[in-house]
């Protein structure tokens, strides 16, 4: 669900940082449903939706307004943009009259994030894709980029979601940017990258994975 803070403005969940309870925007349901839609339009089919899509991702934001209107009639460009700046998990961002999605793209996208400072960088995967990934690299599945984490636990944690007995790949992303791999910081824990080989590639030694025990 999406509240509004008095003081700090939209937030999810029950309570704003603060402790406030805040006013309901907006239900669990109907938040779900916008967020759907939103990610179909900015993500993986804006002709679809009418919208157009410029090579880095950028749509017109009275645009997508128009178009979750004419979908739900409760819908609004207030409410997307609610749901935008209550998003912990940055996946949009506004600038000025337009709005893109900041990764997660299953269309061709020539995106243009800072480029990464980190020298290493972290890819969760089940065992067998482990064993597959340090073989032939990192590629692009049903994704414009290959997406990673900051930390090892990140990626660990995000590869749970997909296997039981999650495998952490470490990423020389000094020396892969340095041969000319094309990577860029989306937020705090994401990093996004064009196709890695498997030479900048290593696994993380469980020795290596504590914090795992505390999961």
């Known amino acids: 669900m999406i509240k509004r803070c008095p003081q700090h403005g939209f937030f999810r969940g029950e309570l704003c940082q603060c402790g406030s309870a805040g006013q309901l925007v907006l239900d669990e349901t109907k938040t779900e449903q916008l967020g759907r ?7 993986h089919f804006p002709a679809d939706l009418g919208l157009e899509m410029d090579c880095h991702g950028w749509v017109d934001l009275a645009k997508l307004g128009e178009v979750v209107l004419s979908r739900h009639r409760w819908a609004s460009l207030d409410l997307v943009v609610a749901m935008i700046q209550s998003d912990s998990k940055q996946r949009y961002e506004i600038r000025g009259d337009r709005v893109r999605a900041r990764y997660g793209h299953s269309v061709d996208v020539d995106l243009d994030h800072p480029e990464n400072r980190r020298p290493l960088l972290y890819y969760g995967a089940s065992e067998e894709e482990a064993d597959r990934i340090l073989e032939i690299g990192i590629k ?21 979601f997909r296997t039981g007995n999650p495998k952490v790949i470490q990423v020389d992303a000094a020396a892969a940017q340095k041969a000319g791999v094309k990577m860029m910081t989306v937020n705090d824990d994401i990093v996004i990258s064009e196709t890695i080989p498997y030479i900048y590639l290593s696994l993380l030694a469980t020795r290596d994975m504590a914090w795992r025990e505390k999961a």
């Open 37 to 43: 839609l939103v990610a179909g339009g900015l993500r």
């Open 140 to 160: 692009p599945a049903s994704q414009r980029y290959v997406h990673l984490s900051g930390t090892a636990e990140k990626a660990w944690h995000v590869a749970t």
